[in-house]
C-alpha cells in the first residue's frame, strides 16, 4: 500500500472519529463541565475544528499527489490506454481482474470522440480513456464477518469527491458549532419555554441543555462523515440511519414542544419509508452482485495481488463497469444469472457441472476462479439470449431502491414533507443537518452510486427532481415563516441537483452540492441570527432590519445572491451562478440530444424555477430588511449578534462568493470577486454609518465594521491574486470533482430505450463548439429570470408598487393551493395516517377491554385467594400454633410460680427430697457396692 | 475387774456417746422449747465429740468441742437470748408437715443406714492392735498438712503411681480460702447486725 | 448377746452420722423458728463430720483417707462456725426488720 493510502486512510479515520470522541467525552464528563460558555463545546468545537483541519490536511496531501489539471488539458495519446497498475502475472484472459481507472477528460479529445460517441452502441473500439487516471484508494479496515460470500467490513472508499466531501462538510461544520456556541448560551442556565404552555397556563420551567446539544451535533458529525467515507453500501446505510436518528434527536431538542416532538417523528418516519426502499435495493445488489462494496478491495491489503483474483473482492462498479467494455454500462454476471427465466435453468446447471470441483465449502481462493468462469460463460450464453431482460430488471431495482433511500433523506417529492416541519429544531441543527449535510447525503449517495443507474434510473430520478424543484419553488412563494421559505428552498435545489444528476450532469450535480452548502448554511446562520434578534420566525412581524443588523444583512444578501445566481454574465459571478448554470447546461444539452420533445421540460422547469427562486429569496430578503419595521416593539430590541454568532457568517460567505471561482481559467475571477466584494461591504458600511443614530459606539462599530470589510476583501483579493499563480490555479472546485468523477460516465448513455433516447455527455457542453449553441442562451436566459425575480420581488416587496395582498387576491386559488403546500400534508393524512391512527385505536381498545380485563380479572382473583389464605394459614395456623405455644409456656411459668412460695420449710423439705432422691439413685445403680 | 474384761469398752464407749448422740438430737427435733433446744444441741455436740475421740481423731474431738460447742453453739445461743419474745408459744409447726417431715425423713434414714450397712467393705473390721507411735496422728502432721506436705502419703512418693501422687499436695489453698472466708464472714455478719434503728410496728424493711 | 459382741465398724459409725444427719434435716424442715433451723444445720454438718472421721479412723479399717478425713472435718468445723455466725446475723437482721422470729413469715419473695 502506497505510503499516500496509509496517510490518507488513517488521517480521514481520525476524522471521523474526533467527534464521536467529543460526543462520548461530553457524555462522561457532563456532570463536571461548568456553566461557563466554553465548558462543554469547547470539546465538540474542538474535535470538529481537529477534524476540519485533518480534512484540509488530506486534501493538501491528495493535491500533492495527484496534482489537478487544468480544463484545457493537452491530449496524452488517442488511444485507449487502459493501464493495469498491479503487478499481475497470473492475469489471464478469462478471469476479469480489473482495475478502476477514472477518467480525466480534456478538451480536444471531445472534439475528436464526440463523433464517434454519438449515433453508435456501446463505446467499442472507440478511444475513451486516456491520461494517467486517478484511480481510489478503497481497502478495509476492519473486517466484521464473513458468512460465506458475505462479506461485511467497515471499508473506506477515497477518492476526490470524497475529500471535498469531507473539507466541505467539516468546514460548515465548524462554524456552525461555534455558531451554535452563541446561539444556544441561553441553554447553558434554566430557561424558560415560551412555546410550551402547561396545564396551569403557565410556561415551561426547565434546566438547560446546552451540553445534550452539542452532544448530537458531535455524534451527526461522527455520523455524517461516517457516511462519506464508507466503502461499502451496507455501511453507508449503517450510517444513514445514524444520521437519520441524530437528525431525529436535533429536531426534537425542544422535545417538550408538541410541534418539535411530532416533527421528529415525522421526520424519521418518513426517512424510514424510504429507507424501505433502500434495504430492497441493497438486497437486490446482495443477490445479483454478490458484494457490497463500491470498489474493488485487495484481502491483502498491501497493494500486491498475489497470484489470483480470488483474493481481490471484485466490487460494484467494476462489476457494472467493466474496465474490459471501456467502463460502459453492462448488466453484471450475477444479475443476469439471478434473473435467468426457467428456460435456461438447464443450460445453467450444465455450465456449473462443467466447471467441476465447485465446492461450496473450500476456500474462497480456491473456487472463485472456477465460479467466475462459470458465470461469465453462462453470461455470456445469456446475454444474447436474454429475452426478459431480468437481469436488467434487477439493475434497475436496484438502482431505484437507492434511489428511494435518497428521496426520503433528500426530501424529494413524494417524502418531502418532513423538511418543512423539520425547522422546528434550532437554527443551527437547520443550518447543518437539513441544509449542508444530512440532505445532500441523498445527493452525495446518488452521485457515488452513479455508475450503477441504468438510463430508466437516471430519467425517474430526473423527473422526480424536476417535480420537487418546481413544488417547492412554488410553495416557497407564499411561506411566510423565515425558516419555512428557506426549508422550501433546499428542498427545490435538492431537487434541482437531482435533476442535474438525471439528466447526466454529474458535475453540475455535485458543484450545486458543494455550493449550496455553503450558501444554504449561510442563509439558515443568517435568519438565525434574525430570529435571535427579534424572537420570532414569522416575517411579516419583521422588517427594516439592516440598519439594526448590517452583518446579517449583508450576509444573508450575499447568500440570495448566490441562490440566485447572480453574475455579471461571462465574466464573474457568485458561487451559485457557476453551478446553477452547469445544471441548465446540461437540462438544455439533455433536450437537444435526440431526444423526443418532452424532454424540454426539465430545461423550461429548471429556468422557471431559478426565476421563481429569485423571486422568493429576495421577497424574504426584501421583507425582513428592508422597509418599515412592521412590529415597533421587535424592531426596538433588535440587535446585532455578538461575534461569536456573526464571524461565522462571514466564512461562510466568503466561501459563498468564491469557492466555485476559478482563476486559472479566468483569470479575473478572483480580482474582480475580491474587489467587489469589499466594494460592497464599504459601501453598505458607509451606509450604515450614514444613516445611523448618533451615539459613538455606533459610530466605533460602523467603523470597526468597514474596517473588517476592508480587510476582508482585500485578504480575498490578494488571496485571489495567489491562486492566480500557475500551480495553485488548478485548484478549484470543479477540477476537484471532475477527478473523482466515475469511470465510464462521462460518456452518457447512447441509444438507449432502444435508440429513443440520449443522455449527452457532460464534456458536451464544455467545448468550443457548445460556446454558442448551449452556453450562451443558457446563461442569458437564467441571468434574466434572475433579474426578473429580484426585480419583481423589490417592486412588491421593498417599493410597494405592488401590492402582494391584491396579487394573492386575483390569484385566491393558487395562493390558497399554494399556502397549503399543495395539500399533500393532509392527502398524507388522510391516506396513511388516519388508518393507523384507526388501526391503533382499535387494537389499543382491543389491549384494555380484552386484555387488561383479563388481567386484571386474574389479578383479583389472586388477590382474593391470597387474602384467604393469609387468614387460613397465617393467622390461624401459624399466628395460631405461635400463640398457643406462647400460652402454653406461659400457663407454664404461671403454674412453676406457684411453686415458689416464699416457704422456707418447703424449701428445706425439697432439699431433702432432692438429698433422698439422689440418694436413692445412687443405691439403685451401684450395685456393685453393695 | 473381769467386768471390765468382758466388757468391750469400745463397743460400749461407742453405743455411750451414740445414743448420747442421738437422743439429744432426736431432743433437740421435738424440743418446742428455743433453750432447751440450745441444751440438747450442745450436749449432742459434745458426745459427738466424743465419737471423735473414740476413733482415734483427738484433734478433730478438740476442735469441735472448742470451735463448735464452744464458739458456734454459744453464739447460737446469744441468738436465743437476742430474739427472745414472748411470741415463742405460738410458733408450732402444723401436723402436715410432721407427717411430710417423718415420711421424708424416715426414708431417708432407712436409705442411708442400707447405703451405711450394705458395703461389704465397711462391714468389715480391723483386728484390735497396737497403733505404732508413727502412726499417731499428731498435730505436727496435720499442720503440715495443711501447708502444703502431705506427711501421710511421703512413702506412697516412690511408688510412682499416677493416682496416688495426685494426692500428695495439702490443702494450703483451702487454708488460705478458708481464712479469706472467715475474714469476710466477719466483716459481713458483723456489718449486718450491727444496731440499726428499732423497726416499726407494721415491719417496713429497713 | 451377739449383737453386743459385734466389734465396730465403719458402718456403725455412719449409721450414727446418719442419724445426726436426718435428725438435723427434720429440724430445719419442721422448725419456724430460725434458730431452730441453724440448730438443725449444725446436725447436718455433724453428721457429715462423723462420716469423715469414721472412714479415716486407723481403728476401724485397714485402709484409711489418711489425715484428709480430719482435715476436711475440721474445714467443715470451721465453715459451720462461719456460716453459723452469718446465719445468725441474717436472722437477726429479720427479726430487728420483722419484730419477729418466724421463718413463716419471711415469705415476700413469693412468685
Request: net charge negative; proline share 3%; charged share 15%.
Amino acid at each position: 500500500m502506497e505510503n499516500v493510502e496509509l496517510l490518507l486512510k488513517w488521517l480521514l479515520f481520525v476524522a471521523v472519529l474526533l467527534p464521536l470522541v467529543s460526543f462520548f467525552l461530553i457524555l462522561c464528563a457532563y456532570p463536571k463541565l461548568g456553566t461557563s460558555l466554553g465548558s462543554g463545546a469547547v470539546i465538540s468545537v474542538g474535535a470538529i475544528g481537529g477534524a476540519c483541519i485533518l480534512s484540509f490536511i488530506c486534501l493538501g496531501i491528495w493535491l500533492n499527489h495527484h496534482p489537478l489539471h487544468p480544463h484545457e488539458a493537452d491530449p496524452k495519446g488517442d488511444a485507449a490506454a487502459i493501464r493495469i497498475d498491479r503487478d499481475d502475472p497470473s492475469a489471464g484472459p478469462d478471469i476479469r481482474l480489473v482495475s478502476l481507472l477514472q477518467d480525466d477528460h480534456g478538451h480536444e479529445h471531445k472534439q475528436e470522440t464526440k463523433h464517434e460517441h454519438e449515433g453508435e452502441g456501446h463505446a467499442e473500439g472507440s478511444a475513451a480513456e486516456h491520461h494517467e487516471a486517478v484511480k481510489p484508494y478503497t481497502g478495509e479496515y476492519y473486517v466484521l464477518g464473513q458468512f460465506g460470500r458475505l462479506r461485511l467490513s467497515i471499508s473506506y472508499y477515497i477518492d476526490a469527491l470524497t475529500i471535498c466531501m469531507f473539507c466541505m462538510v467539516t468546514l460548515i461544520a465548524t462554524c456552525i458549532h461555534v455558531y451554535a456556541v452563541g446561539y444556544m448560551h441561553e441553554e447553558l442556565h434554566d430557561m424558560t419555554d415560551h412555546e410550551v404552555t402547561m396545564a396551569d397556563g403557565s410556561h415551561l420551567k426547565r434546566p438547560g441543555r446546552f451540553f445534550r446539544f452539542f452532544q448530537y451535533l458531535s455524534l451527526f458529525s461522527f455520523s455524517m462523515l461516517g457516511l462519506v467515507l464508507a466503502g461499502n453500501i451496507a455501511m453507508v446505510f449503517v450510517f444513514w440511519e445514524l444520521v437519520g436518528i441524530c437528525s431525529y434527536f436535533l429536531i426534537g431538542f425542544y422535545v417538550e414542544r408538541k410541534t418539535a416532538s411530532t416533527a421528529a417523528n415525522k421526520a424519521f418516519i418518513v426517512n424510514r419509508v424510504g429507507d424501505f426502499g433502500m434495504i430492497i435495493g441493497l438486497m437486490a445488489i446482495w443477490s445479483g452482485m454478490g458484494t457490497f462494496a463500491f470498489g474493488d478491495i485487495d484481502y491483502n491489503s498491501d497493494g500486491h495481488i498475489r497470484d489470483t483474483a480470488a483474493a481481490v473482492e471484485v466490487g460494484m462498479f467494476s462489476q457494472v463497469r467493466p474496465a474490459g467494455l471501456h467502463h460502459s454500462l453492462e448488466v453484471p454476471d450475477g444479475m443476469l444469472i439471478a434473473g435467468v427465466s426457467e428456460d435456461f435453468r438447464d443450460e445453467v446447471g450444465m455450465v456449473y457441472a462443467d466447471h467441476a470441483g465447485l465446492d461450496e465449502n473450500a476456500p474462497r481462493e480456491a473456487i472463485e476462479p472456477s465460479r467466475l468462469n462459470a458465470e461469465s460463460e453462462i453470461a455470456s450464453r445469456l446475454r444474447d439470449n436474454d429475452k426478459n431482460n431480468w437481469g436488467r430488471f434487477l439493475l434497475i431495482i436496484a438502482g431505484i431502491g437507492i434511489f428511494c433511500g435518497c428521496v426520503g433523506k433528500s426530501a424529494q417529492f413524494p417524502l418531502h414533507v418532513w423538511l418543512p416541519d423539520a425547522m422546528e429544531g434550532p437554527t443551527p441543527v437547520s443550518a447543518l443537518v437539513h441544509s449542508a449535510t444530512m440532505v445532500a447525503a441523498g445527493v452525495y449517495l446518488v452521485g457515488r452510486f452513479y455508475p450503477v443507474f441504468t438510463p430508466e434510473v437516471l430519467l425517474v430520478i430526473a423527473v422526480v427532481g424536476m417535480i420537487t424543484l418546481f413544488m417547492a419553488a412554488t410553495i416557497a412563494i407564499t411561506a411566510t415563516d423565515i425558516k419555512r421559505v428557506l426549508a422550501y428552498s433546499t428542498i427545490s435545489q435538492l431537487g434541482y441537483m437531482m435533476m442535474a444528476l438525471g439528466v447526466g450532469g454529474w458535475l453540475a450535480g455535485m458543484t450545486h452540492l458543494i455550493t449550496h452548502a455553503f450558501f444554504k448554511s449561510l442563509l439558515f446562520l443568517c435568519s438565525g441570527s434574525v430570529i435571535h434578534a427579534v424572537h420570532t420566525n414569522e416575517m411579516p412581524q419583521m422588517g427594516g432590519l439592516l440598519k439594526k443588523m448590517p452583518v446579517t444583512a449583508i450576509t444573508m444578501l450575499i447568500g440570495c445572491l448566490a441562490i440566485a445566481g447572480v453574475s455579471i454574465p461571462f465574466v464573474v459571478g457568485l458561487s451559485g451562478y457557476y453551478s446553477k448554470d452547469a445544471i441548465l447546461e446540461q437540462a438544455w444539452s439533455f433536450a437537444g440530444a435526440h431526444n423526443p420533445a418532452w424532454a424540454w421540460m426539465f430545461f423550461f422547469a429548471g429556468a422557471g424555477g431559478a426565476a421563481i427562486t429569485a423571486f422568493y429569496m429576495f421577497r424574504m430578503w426584501f421583507m425582513t430588511f428592508m422597509g418599515t419595521p412592521r412590529d415597533e416593539h421587535r424592531y426596538d430590541h433588535a440587535h446585532e449578534s455578538p461575534p461569536v454568532m456573526y464571524v461565522p457568517l462571514i466564512i461562510l460567505a466568503t466561501f459563498a462568493v468564491g469557492v466555485a471561482w476559478n482563476p486559472g481559467e479566468h483569470w479575473f475571477e478572483g480580482i474582480v470577486g475580491g474587489i467587489l466584494v469589499t466594494v460592497i461591504f464599504v459601501l453598505i458600511g458607509l451606509r450604515y454609518r450614514a444613516s445611523a443614530e448618533g451615539s459613538s459606539e455606533r459610530g466605533a462599530a460602523t467603523r470597526q465594521l468597514i474596517n473588517v470589510a476592508i480587510g476582508i476583501g482585500v485578504v480575498m483579493t490578494l488571496l485571489s491574486v495567489i491562486w492566480m499563480a500557475e500551480p495553485a490555479s488548478n485548484v478549484v472546485l470543479t477540477n476537484l470533482l471532475k477527478s473523482a468523477r466515475p469511470a465510464g460516465t462521462g460518456h452518457g448513455f447512447h441509444e438507449a430505450f432502444g435508440g429513443v433516447m440520449t443522455w449527452p455527455s457532460e464534456h458536451d457542453i464544455h467545448t468550443e463548439a457548445a460556446f454558442w449553441p448551449i452556453k450562451v442562451p443558457v446563461t442569458l436566459l437564467a441571468f434574466g429570470t434572475g433579474i426578473a425575480g429580484i426585480l419583481l420581488a423589490g417592486a412588491i416587496y421593498w417599493k410597494g408598487i405592488l401590492s402582494p395582498r391584491d396579487i394573492s387576491n386575483q390569484f385566491k386559488a393558487a395562493h390558497r393551493f399554494l399556502l397549503n403546500k399543495w395539500w399533500i400534508d393532509e392527502l398524507y393524512d388522510f391516506c396513511f395516517v388516519q388508518p393507523v391512527h384507526i388501526v391503533s385505536r382499535v387494537i389499543s381498545e382491543i389491549d384494555k377491554r380484552v386484555i387488561d380485563r383479563l388481567i386484571d380479572g386474574l389479578a383479583a382473583v389472586v388477590r382474593r385467594i391470597s387474602s384467604v389464605w393469609e387468614y387460613v394459614a397465617d393467622q390461624t395456623i401459624v399466628d395460631g400454633a405461635v400463640n398457643l405455644f406462647a400460652s402454653w409456656m406461659y400457663s407454664l411459668g404461671v403454674a412453676l410460680r406457684g411453686v415458689q412460695r416464699g416457704r422456707l420449710r418447703e424449701y428445706v423439705m425439697f432439699i431433702v427430697m432432692g438429698t433422698i432422691a439422689i440418694f436413692a439413685l445412687f443405691l439403685l445403680f451401684s450395685r456393685s457396692l453393695i | 475387774m473381769t467386768l471390765i474384761a468382758f466388757i468391750n469398752w469400745h463397743f460400749f464407749f461407742f453405743c455411750f456417746f451414740a445414743i448420747i448422740a442421738c437422743g439429744f438430737a432426736a431432743g433437740v427435733l421435738f424440743s418446742q422449747n428455743i433453750v432447751r433446744m440450745a441444751f440438747y444441741l450442745v450436749l449432742s455436740l459434745g458426745a459427738t465429740a466424743g465419737l471423735f475421740f473414740l476413733a482415734g481423731h483427738e484433734f478433730v474431738g478438740s476442735m469441735q468441742l472448742m470451735i463448735y460447742v464452744g464458739g458456734t453453739l454459744v453464739l447460737l445461743i446469744f441468738g436465743v437470748m437476742l430474739t427472745a419474745q414472748k411470741s415463742f408459744v405460738s410458733m408450732k409447726t402444723g401436723g402436715g408437715d410432721w407427717i411430710i417431715a417423718m415420711i421424708l425423713g424416715s426414708t431417708l434414714l432407712f436409705a442411708l443406714l442400707v447405703a451405711a450397712f450394705g458395703v461389704k467393705s465397711w462391714r468389715t473390721n480391723v483386728a484390735d492392735r497396737e497403733i505404732q507411735r508413727k502412726d499417731v496422728e499428731d498435730t505436727a502432721r496435720i499442720g503440715g498438712k495443711l501447708m502444703g506436705l502431705s506427711i501421710d502419703k511421703l512413702d506412697k512418693q516412690e511408688s510412682g503411681d499416677e493416682s496416688e501422687i495426685g494426692g500428695m499436695v495439702g490443702y494450703l489453698l483451702p487454708f488460705e480460702i478458708a481464712s479469706v472466708h472467715l475474714l469476710v464472714v466477719l466483716i459481713g455478719a458483723g456489718y449486718m447486725a450491727r444496731t440499726k434503728r428499732r423497726a416499726k410496728e407494721a415491719g417496713n424493711s429497713a | 448377746m451377739n449383737l453386743l459382741d459385734q466389734p465396730i465398724t465403719v458402718s456403725h459409725y455412719l449409721a450414727v452420722g446418719a442419724v445426726l444427719f436426718v435428725t438435723g434435716a427434720i429440724c430445719m424442715a419442721t422448725k419456724r423458728n430460725a434458730l431452730g433451723v441453724l440448730m438443725g444445720i449444725e446436725l447436718v454438718l455433724n453428721g457429715a463430720n462423723i462420716n469423715f472421721i469414721a472412714f479415716s479412723s486407723k481403728y476401724l479399717r485397714e485402709e484409711t483417707l489418711g489425715l484428709d478425713g480430719p482435715l476436711i472435718a475440721l474445714f467443715v468445723i470451721v465453715l459451720a462456725a462461719a456460716e453459723a455466725a452469718v446465719a445468725l446475723a441474717i436472722a437477726l437482721n429479720f427479726y430487728n426488720n420483722h419484730a419477729t422470729i418466724d421463718v413463716d413469715r419471711a415469705d415476700d419473695l413469693k412468685g
